[in-house]
């Protein structure tokens, strides 16, 4: 379609679902450069066509929903916290976990009236309450939630868990599973439309690699 | 503790210079355009009562504006729509009229908070057509043709994508399904976002496999004129037929035009079903990440003020359209003469004021120095 570049700039989140994102964008040929310089926070991939830009999780729908990044790759705990308006078509099945409540294993089950919940996503869990009408005291930390029911800052917390470890270590056991999390590839309302052979190209080229891996998953013995 | 006076409150702004004269010159233009097609300007009010909003866009869209209490204890809203407030005076004000009713306005609209963040903006302007009175393929052409032409005489023609759908195409597939409002609230998300093999999932459990997927693959992608046969192969219950078939015949007076390389299918655009009724469009443009305007036909408000009338409209977004073309307002869009300095220092203050009054007569630009 007319002048529209077909140059696409994907945002990629540092940390957790880094490496595995990007060699899943290595499997549909878009490789990075092996040397790149890590702190260098936005770079193009071998061919030149594609720009990858390095940001924080909580920061990859921002800059899709604004249309700097046409596309993202990002966990859809950090999608549902944020409520930004994005089009979510492919799962892409790695950094799965779930979005969890968890309490002290010796805290009792009822006679709450008031909860004090400790986390680093206060819409999920305000909802999650709310929706129940449980009413909620909801405390907004930005790390190591873990700790805040041993100290008495909070009854209960909500959080990401992948394995439970960190939980057990802290005393702590998930009480009710809110949500199943994995990372989503994320679009761009609009770059859906102006950028819609590239976009639709890398859909079907991740959807083509997925499929291959669970094959491969598949045929194990 | 008082605020200081400098801060302005979150989602408001000032234009200016660049920006000021670009939205200026794309007000023009537009009416221009619209006063071309025999589109008559009305300036809506920008307060009303809540419940005409509530009633005309929906409660969730309503819920949206800055409401005030009038001195009777009703409540009041600053208009968060501008074709609720025409829909209700082509029915009222203007119903004895003769039909079609073709109005056109540029009208600020204000919400208390976006509806995504992208979405900061709670004041900005909406320029816009209604068709009020006429339900045929002709009309709504002629709100399409309106449209492309603004986008065309803006110089975006490289650039803007038009995506094309029928709200009778999904309302068809739930009716045959049989979905309850639960389900078609959820289908209609699954399809909004695109969430391909969730939707899979979900339709499989009202149809086949092979059926579910055909269709995820259907509103995966817009298309040009193929997607009418892949569409037809998927879709078999008649109301969707129909709506395609209108899609259809639209799409081929778009491509004898000569217009089909901005224009797109798009049967994945399934936003406020609730409100139209038959075509729906979206207009996006290269270099804004956001969505510039859009429209569609709307049979159903005007019922909800006295009298049932088919009808058909559009806006665009000034501020983003604006914001677009300020960096070109000067070189491509601007029409102002280069000005005429006028000394007035140490000069005759009844002579400077002679020339200047001269010069404005002839509509020369000036500006008086010191």
């Not at chain 1, 994320?186 to 094959?215: F, M, P, T």
């Not at chain 2, 306005?105 to 900005?124: C, K, L, N």
């Amino acid at each position: 379609m007319a002048e529209l570049t077909a140059e696409l700039t994907i945002a990629i989140p540092k940390g957790r679902l880094e490496a595995e994102t990007l060699e899943l964008f290595a499997a549909v040929g878009l490789r990075l450069d092996q040397h790149r310089d890590p702190r260098q926070l936005a770079c193009r991939d071998e061919s030149g066509e594609t720009r990858f830009i390095f940001v924080k999780p909580s920061d990859v729908p921002v800059y899709v929903e604004h249309g700097i990044a046409d596309c993202g790759v990002v966990g859809s705990d950090v999608l549902l916290e944020s409520e930004a308006d994005l089009l979510q078509p492919l799962s892409l099945g790695i950094g799965s976990c779930r979005i969890a409540v968890a309490a002290p294993a010796d805290m009792p089950e009822n006679g709450h009236t008031m909860l004090r919940v400790a986390t680093k996503y206060p819409r999920i869990a305000s909802r999650y309450f709310g929706e129940r009408g449980q009413p909620v005291e909801i405390l907004e930390l930005s790390g190591s939630v873990e700790l805040a029911p041993a100290l008495g800052l909070a009854d209960c917390i909500v959080d990401l868990v992948e394995t439970g470890r960190t939980l057990r270590e802290n005393g702590l056991r998930v009480t009710e599973v809110i949500a199943q999390s994995a990372a989503q590839l994320v679009v761009n309302r609009a770059s859906y439309q102006l950028k819609a052979a590239v976009i639709a190209e890398l859909i079907s080229a991740l959807k083509g690699v997925l499929l291959l891996g669970d094959v491969a998953r598949a045929s194990r013995p | 503790m008082s605020e200081p006076l400098s801060k302005i409150p979150s989602g408001f702004r000032y234009y200016s210079a660049r920006e000021a004269r670009a939205r200026r010159v794309v007000e023009t233009i537009a009416m221009s355009i619209f006063a071309g097609w025999s589109y008559e300007e009305i300036v809506p009010p920008t307060v009303d009562y809540y419940s005409l909003f509530e009633q005309g866009m929906g409660e969730s869209e309503a819920q949206r504006s800055f409401r005030l209490v009038d001195a009777d204890g009703r409540l009041l809203a600053l208009r968060p729509d501008g074709t609720t407030s025409i829909a209700r005076a082509a029915v009222t004000l203007f119903a004895k009229r003769e039909r079609p009713l073709r109005l056109c306005y540029s009208a600020t609209v204000f919400h208390q908070h976006g509806q995504s963040s992208a979405d900061w903006r709670r004041e900005s302007t909406q320029i816009g057509c209604e068709l009020v009175g006429r339900d045929s393929t002709a009309a709504d052409m002629e709100i399409l043709s309106i449209a492309t032409e603004l986008l065309r005489r803006l110089q975006l023609d490289r650039s803007f994508v038009v995506t094309l759908s029928d709200a009778e195409i999904f309302s068809g597939i739930v009716e045959n399904l049989g979905l309850d409002t639960k389900a078609r609230d959820e289908l209609r998300r699954l399809v909004d976002i695109r969430a391909l093999s969730e939707l899979e999932r979900f339709l499989n459990a009202y149809t086949s496999a092979d059926e579910a997927s055909a269709f995820a693959n259907l509103i995966q992608l817009s298309g040009k004129s193929e997607v009418f046969a892949r569409a037809r192969r998927v879709i078999t219950n008649p109301r969707s037929r129909a709506a395609l078939a209108r899609l259809e015949s639209l799409w081929r007076i778009i491509d004898s035009l000569g217009w089909s390389a901005n224009f797109e299918i798009d049967l994945g655009d399934v936003s406020r079903l609730d409100y139209y009724t038959g075509l729906t469009f979206k207009i996006y443009v290269g270099g804004l990440g956001v969505r510039l305007g859009g429209g569609g036909r709307y049979d159903n408000l005007t019922g909800k003020f006295g009298r049932a009338e088919p009808a058909v409209g559009f806006v665009v977004e000034l501020d983003a359209l604006a914001e677009l073309l300020a960096k070109e307002v000067d070189s491509n869009l601007s029409t102002q003469p280069e000005s005429v300095l006028i000394p007035s220092d140490g000069a005759d203050i009844c002579a400077v004021f002679g020339e200047v009054i001269e010069l404005r007569a002839s509509n020369r630009q000036v500006r008086i120095d010191k």
